[in-house]
């Protein structure tokens, strides 16, 4: 096929290998503070960069739990420079693997701030600061790598994710399974080829929290994302970026369990998935004919005829600055008593010769507990977050991607509200922030809004509203884009 000599759509992709020294501790399972002991599938890096004459954006998956909102600005800041595009129009998304370094470093667990060993700290730091140029050293080679393409948009499905917000018959909410709850089955695919239609990437997009192994795990890997990349990029040739989706509230099937071969089984599911909804996308122009034929039988022959066309018709990128509000914090007198029985609690735990695991736990409710009491102290009734939202749009086709931890719910109200043909939503963009739960969790309790208050080290948690507070401010998104 013919370049048409208009504003043309051009795409290149590039990966590089993130992954840590062996030893380095793994984020984002509170008890599990002991270092990895060796590594089950390397951690990646993949940025693709789409541009035309008027916009040029940059989509980085990274195999990594997270990263704070400094050090991904930071990031973004950086690979904007080297491919000269808007720091808007980055985007750094995590597939929020458990299995992967401690790269968010005001919370998690991590020894920035929790029980560092000797050393710690300062190889971490070091881990990051390559990480930073190795990301922006592989934007500017997707960049150079560009050249002419078409994309296509489709969504399949994989039964193989369930709500995880359990209601235990005592009324406690626990991390498990909820078949009955709120959930996405939707895989989301875009694909993206050259003008002859051979695979450039394939963007896909499931929500799911990547934990399928648990506590007792210290391989380094990217659990079921690195299988579903696998998978697609064997079946259809195209390079593989994964997002994870509105996973806040979803977990995999199979859960925090200590057998790779589910690793394999669920990431096998959707990889298929997302590998048949790619082989059903045709992304060159053409017309189907239709002639008639004699043999034995008579026929009705249908072809396409394939002809050259515009590569795209619109490209265009939208950001909004976010505020969410947190619920108050404790009086003054609330926050003293819960601060006397943290640091008891702790020092009952070191009395006694706790292990470390033990510990670690205390340690961060202490510290939790002291931060808002000096807040409480200093005059703060209530705090709020803000953050900022982006989306990309493809001709029919939108990506829309935020920080933190979404609950599915809100890509549900996205995607509702979403004109294009196809939206596809992407949690753990852009860095990692806090839940933003369902009105249901915020009344019920749970994780996400009592241990992740916590663990993400805020003063409280998000409000009830915070759905409808983030499925507006998409919605003014979707307009600005046009949808």
Not at 112 to 124: K, T
Not at 311 to 318: I, Q
Not at 402 to 427: D, Y
Request: include cysteine; charge should be negative; hydrophobic fraction near 40%.
């Amino acid at each position: 096929m013919k370049d048409t000599g208009e504003n043309v759509l051009t795409a290149g992709v590039a990966r590089v290998d993130i992954t840590p020294p062996i030893g380095f501790r793994m984020q984002g399972i509170i008890r599990r503070i002991e270092p990895s002991v060796g590594v089950h599938m390397p951690l990646v890096a993949t940025g693709l960069v789409l541009a035309d004459d008027n916009h040029k954006i940059a989509i980085i998956d990274c195999d990594l739990i997270g990263l704070d909102l400094p050090l991904v600005d930071q990031i973004r800041r950086a690979v904007a420079d080297r491919i000269d595009t808007e720091t808007s129009h980055v985007t750094v998304a995590c597939t929020h693997t458990h299995n992967s370094p401690a790269t968010f470093r005001t919370g998690l667990a991590g020894p920035h701030d929790i029980a560092p060993r000797p050393g710690e700290v300062e190889s971490l730091d070091a881990y990051i600061t390559e990480l930073v140029d190795k990301l922006a050293g592989l934007s500017a080679a997707a960049d150079a790598s560009r050249q002419p393409a078409r994309a296509g948009a489709g969504r399949g499905e994989a039964h193989v994710n369930t709500n995880r917000e359990e209601m235990m018959g005592d009324g406690r909410v626990f991390v498990g399974r909820n078949p009955d709850g709120v959930t996405d089955h939707s895989v989301d695919v875009l694909r993206i080829d050259d003008l002859n239609g051979r695979p450039i990437a394939v963007i896909c997009c499931y929500a799911a929290h990547p934990v399928v192994m648990g506590m007792d795990s210290f391989l380094l890997g990217p659990d079921y994302p690195g299988v579903v990349r696998r998978i697609v990029e064997q079946t259809t040739g195209a390079t593989c970026l994964f997002l994870t989706g509105a996973a806040g509230n979803q977990a995999t099937i199979e859960f925090l369990q200590h057998d790779w071969d589910e690793v394999e089984r669920i990431g096998g599911v959707i990889g298929s998935e997302a590998a048949k909804t790619a082989f059903g996308i045709e992304t060159r122009p053409h017309e189907v004919s239709r002639r008639t034929a004699d043999s034995m039988s008579s026929l009705v022959l249908y072809s396409k005829r394939f002809h050259d066309g515009p590569t795209h018709s619109l490209l265009a990128v939208a950001s909004r600055q976010v505020t969410v509000p947190l619920q108050p914090l404790p009086s003054l007198r609330e926050a003293e008593v819960q601060h006397a029985d943290a640091i008891r609690d702790l020092e009952d735990r070191r009395s006694r010769g706790a292990s470390e695991r033990e510990t670690v736990p205390a340690l961060m409710m202490e510290r939790w507990i002291r931060g808002v009491l000096e807040k409480v102290r200093a005059g703060v009734n209530r705090e709020e977050l803000s953050f900022e939202i982006v989306g990309y749009r493809l001709d029919d086709f939108v990506l829309v991607a935020m920080p933190g931890e979404p609950f599915v719910e809100i890509a549900l109200g996205v995607k509702a509200r979403s004109k294009a043909a196809h939206t596809m939503f992407a949690g753990y963009g852009n860095g990692n922030v806090a839940y933003w739960p369902s009105p249901e969790t915020v009344a019920n309790g749970g994780m996400a809004v009592e241990a992740s208050v916590k663990t993400y080290d805020i003063s409280a948690a998000p409000t009830a509203d915070t759905v409808d507070i983030l499925v507006s401010e998409f919605g003014k998104l979707l307009e600005d884009l046009g949808l």
